[in-house]
């Protein structure tokens, strides 16, 4: 593969703090003793690609302002491409605070922005992923719903993670319709558990799957479940994959590192670009959500949004 994945969507910064005020994660200080770290889902996404070996290019937008200059060499150390007019020097670079509970997840509280420079794809990109606050905050919301559409008959494999947050969108039903549109330009479409409680309320995982895969396209829909696994579906074959026991720092970035993990996962195995997963069988789509949640899991082992090299995965889990 020589075209990178091409990932679209929000880099920011987490200011990372612990209910008790001690502060959790690795990077610049920021007040009252938190830290400020690169973050960002889209951009976690990318990261983690970078580090499982896939070329990957991020559109996205920041400022050269300290906070820029700090996710511009994250970025850039961790070997993503920055697609041109990502940095923009009169662009203020948004941030995100995270808050830990006890237990270490993390709820955020948002000041962003988003307009994304122009969207294209290049010849033989494998994928496209996009998802969380850039797919429903406009104006970029717009240009991200019709560069989807616009892929109909492209050899390009779409990937979305709505990654809903109830600060940026809180009414669940205008969100869902939201996702659905998007999900009819995707391949495959991953939510958490806690996507499917604030989107579908009352629905169960399955009910939900089923009514996004009623669209041609969306040919499989992941279900995160933190410390239960995740489950995978299509319109013929249902998985259940457990998560191994481990004593968890937090949970910042593990749904982006999962993201990440299943997409490595099915470009090993051939099924990205013009398979858009075609092929995808019982057998293959569970061994693809268990290097995922192992991923995720070793995330959940470190501060931060920390996400593992294909080292760090053999390493780990052989």
């Known amino acids: ?14 200011i990372v703090s612990s ?3 001690s502060g959790t994660g690795s990077g610049r200080n920021g007040k009252n003793g938190s830290k400020a770290t690169p973050g960002g ?12 070996g896939l070329p990957t290019e991020l559109v996205t937008r920041f400022g050269t302002d300290p ?6 060499a994250h970025l850039f150390g961790n070997g ?3 697609s041109p007019g990502s940095v923009d020097p009169n662009f203020r670079t948004s941030t995100a605070t995270a808050t830990l509970d006890a237990n270490g997840v993390a709820s955020y509280q948002f000041d ?11 010849r033989g990109c494998p994928a496209v992923h996009t998802g969380s606050i850039a797919t429903v905050l406009e104006p970029g919301a717009a240009a991200i719903r019709t560069f989807l559409a616009s892929l109909t008959e492209q050899p390009v494999t779409v990937t979305l993670d709505p990654n809903a947050r ?3 969108t809180p009414d669940p039903e205008s969100t869902w319709t939201a996702v659905r549109e998007l999900a009819a330009s995707a391949d495959l479409v991953k ?7 604030f989107l579908r309320p009352g629905a169960s995982p399955d009910e939900i799957a089923a009514e996004l895969l009623t669209v041609d396209r969306t040919k499989c829909v992941v279900i995160t479940r933190g410390g239960d696994g995740a489950i995978g579906l299509t319109r013929t074959t249902r998985v259940e994959v457990t998560a191994p026991a481990i004593k968890v720092v937090d949970t910042v970035g593990a749904g982006d590192s999962f993201m990440s993990a299943l997409i490595a996962g099915l470009q090993t195995r051939g099924l990205l670009g013009a398979a858009r997963l075609e092929g995808l069988n019982e057998q293959t789509l569970h061994a693809v959500i268990d290097y995922a949640v192992k991923a995720a899991a070793i995330t959940c082992t470190r501060p931060g949004a920390d996400p593992p090299t294909a080292t760090d995965h053999t390493t780990t889990w052989g």
């Open 1 to 14: 593969m020589t075209a990178p994945v091409l990932v679209i969507g929000e880099a920011l910064v987490d």
């Open 19 to 21: 209910r008790s005020g």
């Open 41 to 52: 889902s889209p951009a976690n996404v990318a990261v983690g690609l970078a580090r499982l």
């Open 67 to 72: 906070y820029g200059d700090q996710l511009g």
């Open 80 to 82: 993503v491409q920055l």
């Open 112 to 122: 962003i922005t988003w307009e994304p420079p122009a969207l294209s794809l290049r």
């Open 166 to 168: 109830p600060t940026i």
């Open 191 to 197: 939510l958490s558990d806690e996507d499917c409680e």
